[in-house]
């Protein structure tokens, strides 16, 4: 084993070892020239890599003045990358005592190329990848709706094994391994109900395709293309690699018209990580964007925040916006679902205003009702009082002397001139009073 796969056996990722090799493969091309016939290297360029590390670590080079100018050389390549290039030849020079003093970094770092990522990306919206599904097999659907829908990235999504998919629950949930993860934090997400469909579909083909991938294997190793693989089946959900995965995504891109570089950085401006941006920005229309965040697996979420839900609340919440990860469903129809949803919150908020309207109201009546017996009670008091006074004026209009009795009718008069009572049968006050001293007819 050589010192560059040494070191990476550290990395159970396999999209970091995948940016180490690169980083330091781009070092030693830089240093010795260019060591391979393509982009990729090869099976056999490999050893030659190895060679010409063994031989740096034991030349005495400038190695200061060597990543200085190695970083130079790379200022028409974007910022973001030229940075993480940089770190990772530095990490693995590190590993073996070639080490850069503070004052050797600052002074290389004010060489990198400032900013930071330059490519202008186009928009992966529901219509852009609606139209690439159109122009994608079997497995190619699925892996685009099972990224669409779960916020993986692509090297997590081809890491999952069967036993990692739960299809008979809803929605349907993906363990993803910490093994396989940037963070190195397992997690569960999810993919929606028609991911789930475009999986079910797959795995219907899944063995012929790998009968199929053994076969055309079997050409390669006969013409000298291709090295041997064992054939047998590692239970991944995805059994190809990141490199077939690419050529499926490319070919659907240039089926559909949608191919196109960078002019500045010659990146494609659609790829696979486009994925995990959609997922965040549509599923935080709904739910939290904390929860989407976690769900696509952002390491600033996976602490405090992911033992604050149990999975059934995740999975409720995931449910609640799984409809704006939905990519076949005809925009006419989302929008009258939207309007549904908008009419349905509405109609909620008025029958809540009702309710409480019809609460207030009991409470009044309840109110009313008690002021009503209070009222009925004075009269009650009123009434008893007054034939208790009745009783009194009468005993004295029959007893009183004289005075008294013209004083306690000219009080009557004015009292009966004033507040008249009247029923009926006329005038009454239910007292019975001789009749020469009814003072309901004027003295004279």
């Known amino acids: 084993m050589g010192k560059i796969a040494d070191y990476l056996k550290n990395y159970n990722n396999s999209g970091t070892a995948q940016g180490y090799y690169s980083a330091v493969y781009h070092f030693i091309d830089f240093i010795y020239g260019k060591q391979r016939k393509l982009y990729r290297v090869g099976d056999g360029e490999r050893e030659k890599y190895e060679k010409l590390v063994d031989k740096y670590l034991e030349s005495k080079r400038n190695y200061p003045e060597d990543m200085a100018n190695f970083v130079v050389s790379m200022h028409d390549r974007p910022p973001l990358t030229a940075r993480h290039t940089f770190i990772r030849v530095k990490e693995f020079f590190n590993y073996y005592n070639r080490e850069l003093s503070s004052k050797d970094l600052k002074f290389i770092r004010n060489k990198l190329p400032k900013g930071n990522a330059r490519t202008m990306e186009r928009d992966m919206d529901i219509e852009t990848i609606r139209t690439i599904l159109q122009h994608l097999d079997v497995k190619g659907r699925a892996l685009v709706l099972v990224l669409a829908s779960s916020g993986?990235?692509?090297?997590?999504?081809?890491?999952?094994?069967?036993?990692?998919?739960?299809?008979?629950?809803?929605?349907?949930?993906?363990?993803?391994?910490?093994?396989?993860?940037?963070?190195?934090?397992?997690?569960?997400?999810?993919?929606?109900?028609?991911?789930?469909?475009?999986?079910?579909?797959?795995?219907?083909?899944r063995g012929d395709y790998l009968r199929s991938s053994a076969k055309r294997n079997n050409g390669l190793v006969k013409s000298g293309r291709g090295g041997k693989k064992s054939g047998d089946d590692d239970g991944r959900l995805f059994p190809f690699s990141d490199q077939n995965a690419s050529a499926i995504?490319?070919?659907?891109?240039?089926?559909?018209?949608?191919?196109?570089?960078?002019?500045?950085?010659?990146?494609?401006?659609?790829?696979?990580?486009?994925?995990?941006?959609?997922?965040?920005?549509?599923?935080?229309?709904?739910?939290?964007?904390?929860?989407?965040?976690?769900?696509?697996?952002?390491?600033?979420?996976?602490?405090?925040?992911?033992?604050?839900?149990?999975?059934?609340?995740?999975?409720?919440?995931?449910?609640?916006?799984?409809?704006?990860?939905?990519?076949?469903?005809?925009?006419?129809?989302?929008?009258?679902?939207?309007?549904?949803?908008?009419?349905?919150?509405?109609?909620?908020?008025?029958?809540?205003?009702?309710?409480?309207?019809?609460?207030?109201?009991k409470q009044q009546m309840a109110a009313n009702h008690d002021e009503?017996?209070?009222?009925?009670?004075?009269?009650?008091?009123?009434?008893?009082?007054?034939?208790?006074?009745?009783?009194?004026?009468?005993?004295?209009?029959?007893?009183?002397?004289?005075?008294?009795?013209?004083?306690?009718?000219?009080?009557?008069?004015?009292?009966?001139?004033?507040?008249?009572?009247?029923?009926?049968?006329?005038?009454?006050?239910?007292?019975?009073?001789?009749?020469?001293?009814?003072?309901?007819?004027?003295?004279e």
């Not at 028609?194 to 579909?201: H, L």
């Not at 009745?390 to 004015?414: C, R």
């Not at 049968?425 to 001293?437: F, L, T």
């Open 152 to 205: 993986m990235r692509i090297n997590e999504a081809l890491s999952v094994t069967l036993d990692d998919v739960a299809l008979n629950v809803t929605p349907s949930c993906i363990s993803v391994r910490g093994e396989k993860t940037k963070t190195g934090d397992a997690r569960i997400t999810f993919i929606s109900s028609e991911a789930t469909q475009a999986v079910n579909e797959w795995l219907k083909v």
């Open 249 to 361: 995504w490319d070919t659907a891109l240039g089926n559909a018209g949608l191919l196109s570089r960078d002019k500045t950085t010659n990146r494609k401006q659609l790829h696979y990580h486009q994925f995990r941006k959609f997922f965040i920005s549509q599923l935080s229309l709904i739910v939290s964007k904390e929860i989407a965040e976690m769900l696509a697996g952002h390491s600033g979420y996976l602490t405090g925040a992911y033992r604050r839900y149990t999975k059934k609340q995740l999975a409720e919440e995931y449910l609640k916006g799984q409809h704006l990860l939905t990519i076949q469903t005809p925009k006419e129809l989302q929008e009258i679902e939207s309007e549904f949803k908008a009419k349905m919150q509405n109609h909620s908020e008025i029958i809540e205003d009702l309710v409480k309207e019809k609460i207030a109201l």
């Open 372 to 443: 009503m017996k209070r009222e009925i009670e004075d009269m009650r008091f009123v009434f008893n009082n007054m034939y208790l006074i009745a009783d009194a004026v009468e005993g004295a209009l029959k007893t009183g002397s004289d005075e008294d009795k013209k004083k306690i009718i000219a009080a009557l008069q004015k009292v009966s001139r004033e507040h008249p009572v009247k029923d009926s049968h006329g005038p009454n006050v239910m007292i019975e009073i001789p009749k020469e001293y009814d003072w309901r007819t004027p003295a």
